[in-house]
């Protein structure tokens, strides 16, 4: 069964950091790509960042670019959001979702979510 | 790039038909096959219900619907059902820098 469980949410002071960790099982993560969105409280689904089967195909939202870097280690079979500087628009449930291989440009499964507070 | 355009809410009766638009631009929507459609309850995670405009990955009702006519794609649910009561989503392939573009959103409400 595939499953991808977040975590590294929480409570950070404006100007902050902090790291979100997506664990992924039943599949292999080296052979899709995978992606961060995130919902801000009474807003509608935004997407974040996404990175590929390879490192040289990493996005990111105009809105958090040069602030947070999408990695991941197929080794451990995880993925990862490293979020700097932030700010109070950044609060917000962050979701880890991968990208399908058969119904292309889709997410064919989400996580749970895990939510980042940001205080001003 | 800026969200595709849904309406903020629209609602039906049980057993009732309900179109949700979403409205892009030649560099999005109009111009790739490439709509997806999610469905959101809160607190549970998305679900892909519509992919490539028109088709339904396994397990999903055949309640559920796509189409595309120029900038704009549409989720029909035919058969309103009190579980169809949720957030839904559209997306997008896009032409620039972003993979995908989300929709602003529609809630579905069953009367």
Partial sequence: EVQLVESGGGLVKSGG????????????????????????????LEWVSSIGTTWNHIYYADSVKGRFTISRDNAKNSLYLQMNSLRAEDTAVYYCARDSISARRSVDYWGQGTLVTVSS | ????????????????????????????????????????HPDKAPKLMIYEVSNRPSGVSNRFSGSKSGNTASLTISGLQ???????YCTSYTSSSSPYVFGTGTKVTVL
Avoid at chain 1, 20 to 44: D, E, H, I
């Fill in chain 2, 82 to 88: 009190a579980e169809d009561e949720a957030d839904y």
């Fill in chain 1, 17 to 44: 950091s902090l790291r979100l960790s997506c664990a992924a099982s039943g599949f292999t993560l080296n052979t899709y790509s995978m992606n961060w969105v995130r919902q801000a409280p009474g807003k509608g």
């Fill in chain 2, 1 to 40: 790039q800026s969200a595709l355009t849904q309406p903020a809410s629209v609602s039906g009766s049980p057993g009732q038909s309900i179109t949700i638009s979403c409205t892009g631009t030649t560099s999005d929507v109009g111009g790739y096959h490439y709509v997806s459609w999610y469905q959101h």
